[in-house]
């Protein structure tokens, strides 16, 4: 008798097959103690793709997809609808795993309470946190904490794209992933996706310490391939904007600006007119959904 999934598997990966395998390599081990599949969307150039097809394991439930252009909420929301098992779980490319990572995923979801979960992330060279304040929205988007290396339990807003998981029920009833953020990186997926969770199902997010990955952040593929740096600063502003328009009020929208304008103005001036268009194309979206 085939033995049932408990858990699919996504990871998204860019011109590093490398890196990739590394990783592949610690969930074949890991798939000795835990039924689980793995699809993997490619998205690199055909050479690329090509070394990665001669390395990538010849077993059932290990799945390589291709996509010819980049896009990660796409690839996102592929993992999702295509995934058996009713819980998905999201990797960078570019971790480590330790022993208890996927399996406290799974525990957390032992609580039916818990649509998502947000595991510990730390990053090389990073001091880890001593704040509490863990994937926390602020001034209804002014600030926003991470600290995701912190080592307490808690209730969070939004989880770290790098690892994550879902419960694939709360995913199809929201949608998934929002794919109109605008590229080349599709900054704010997860927090616009935490926090429509959390809207619909309050407190749902876990951020669980024993799952745990480290994270290396390489410098090349990945969402660190070789966009234009300008893009990539036009594209964070826009979604930032797009972010605060379509998931608050009016209201809520005054309070955060009057609480981000003096940063916007000593730091970050030139931001203010992509953030001003996303801003606009939210409220349109907003306006719409109602």
């Known amino acids: 008798m085939e033995k049932r999934i408990e858990v699919t598997v996504v990871i998204g990966t860019l011109n590093r097959p490398n890196i990739l395998m590394s990783l592949i390599g610690q969930l074949v081990e890991e798939s000795k103690k835990i039924q689980f599949e793995v699809i993997v969307i490619d998205q690199s150039t055909p050479e690329n793709y090509k070394e990665l097809i001669s390395k990538f394991p010849k077993t059932i439930n290990f799945k390589l997809i291709h996509f010819d252009k980049p896009n990660t909420v796409q690839y996102l929301n592929y993992g999702w609808k295509n995934a058996k098992a009713s819980i998905v779980l999201y990797f960078d490319d570019d971790i480590t ?65 790098c690892n994550m998981s879902f419960r694939k029920q709360a995913l199809n009833d929201l949608g998934g992933f929002d794919e109109k953020l605008s590229p080349p990186i599709y900054a704010f997926n997860e927090v616009d996706l935490g926090y429509r969770i959390n809207k619909r199902w309050k407190n749902s997010i876990l951020f669980s310490p024993e799952a745990l990955v480290y994270h290396h952040q390489y410098k090349r593929g990945g969402t660190r391939n070789d966009f234009i740096v300008e893009n990539v600063f036009q594209s964070n502003q826009f979604n930032y904007g797009y972010f605060l328009g379509k998931n608050f009020s009016i209201f809520e929208n005054i309070i955060c600006f009057l609480r981000r304008l003096p940063y916007q103005l000593i730091k970050e001036p030139r931001a203010i007119l992509h953030i001003l268009r996303g801003f606009i194309y939210g409220k349109q979206i907003r306006r719409s959904n109602v």
């Open 97 to 161: 795993l330790t022993e208890s990572t996927i399996q406290a995923h799974l525990e957390a979801y032992e609580n039916l309470s818990i649509n998502g979960v947000s595991g510990r992330v730390i990053n090389d060279s990073e001091k880890i946190s001593q704040n509490q304040s863990v994937g926390k929205i602020k001034w209804f988007g002014a600030m926003f904490s991470k600290n995701f290396s912190y080592d307490k339990k808690a209730l969070v807003d939004f989880p770290y794209g």
